[in-house]
């Protein structure tokens, strides 16, 4: 079962006990949970992985059920109904040395932790944080955005969250032309720490109800949340986890199809984020 340190142990004939059921699935998506750098993450995934008994249901009108939502689709099981989510997760308790593994590794993690993260939503169901890092289906799962059953597919790069009345943008800077078509190589790039240059969707115009929830979006009460990556992959070929920027709000936008908008971000980038976040978008 994938290359983990359980694997690692038995290969070398230190981890004597046989593969258990869970592992192979588990221990694909382990190496796609090394972006996990908040402690609210941290502290709720650990708790329900060290805990005695699997979880027995999961609401996802609660933030602890969004949490437990985002460890669903951290793990890999994105394509299983959501109503599974609880039975998915507590397949673990059959396979306790992965557990054990991914406790261990968040442990780690978290004394990796560099960037201050602060959450966008304090309050309310949305467990998400500024300047943390993200898999898009973990932020899908965070906004409790279900289609069919399932958590949603998002492939254009944004969605819009009705019950939380927020925006999502997902931006990738590098657009490389294997990616990317000329329809779709829009200009998103870093202006200031502050300020971020931002193209809507190619067909999009001011007088659609996308265009004019954006423009709109203070008087209507609606929010922006701007979400950025460098590439589209990483290093191994797999789908690039998303900085939180956190919310936005509309500084200009002139033109359409597409529209071009200055975001003026609630928090500064960090300045080490902002430098790679312009290099990166050329």
């Known amino acids: ?165 927020t925006d999502l943008l997902f931006i990738t800077l590098n657009k490389s032309d294997e990616d990317y078509s000329p329809t779709t190589r829009y200009e998103d790039y870093p202006i200031s720490p502050t300020l971020f240059h931002w193209e809507s969707q190619s067909r999009a115009t001011t007088r659609s109800p996308t265009g004019q929830r954006y423009i709109n979006h203070v008087a209507r009460g609606s929010r922006i949340m701007l979400f950025v990556r460098e590439n589209k992959s990483d290093e191994r070929g797999v789908s690039a986890p998303y900085l939180c920027l956190g919310p936005a709000r509309l500084r200009s936008h002139e033109s359409e199809q597409p529209i071009r908008i200055v975001w003026e971000l609630e928090r500064p980038m960090p300045g080490e984020i902002y430098q790679r976040a312009k290099i990166a978008a050329g």
């Open 1 to 165: 079962a994938g290359t983990t340190f359980t694997s690692a142990r038995r290969s070398v004939g230190h981890e004597r006990h046989p593969i258990e059921p869970a592992e192979h699935e588990t221990s694909k998506y382990l190496g796609r949970m090394l972006h996990v750098d908040d402690e609210e993450r941290y502290e709720s995934w650990r708790t329900l992985l060290t805990s005695e008994a699997p979880p027995q249901s999961i609401d996802a009108s609660t933030r602890e059920g969004r949490r437990r939502l985002m460890l669903f689709a951290a793990l890999g099981l994105r394509r299983r109904p959501t109503a599974e989510a609880a039975g998915a997760i507590g397949a673990l308790w059959t396979a306790p040395l992965m557990r054990q593994e991914i406790i261990e590794l968040l442990d780690v993690l978290r004394d990796r932790v560099r960037l201050d993260s602060r959450p966008v939503d304090p309050f309310g169901v949305v467990p998400i944080h500024s300047h943390a890092t993200y898999g898009l289906y973990e932020l899908i799962a965070a906004y409790g955005l279900v289609s069919k059953g399932l958590l949603r597919e998002s492939r254009e790069g944004l969605a819009w969250a009705e019950t939380e009345k």
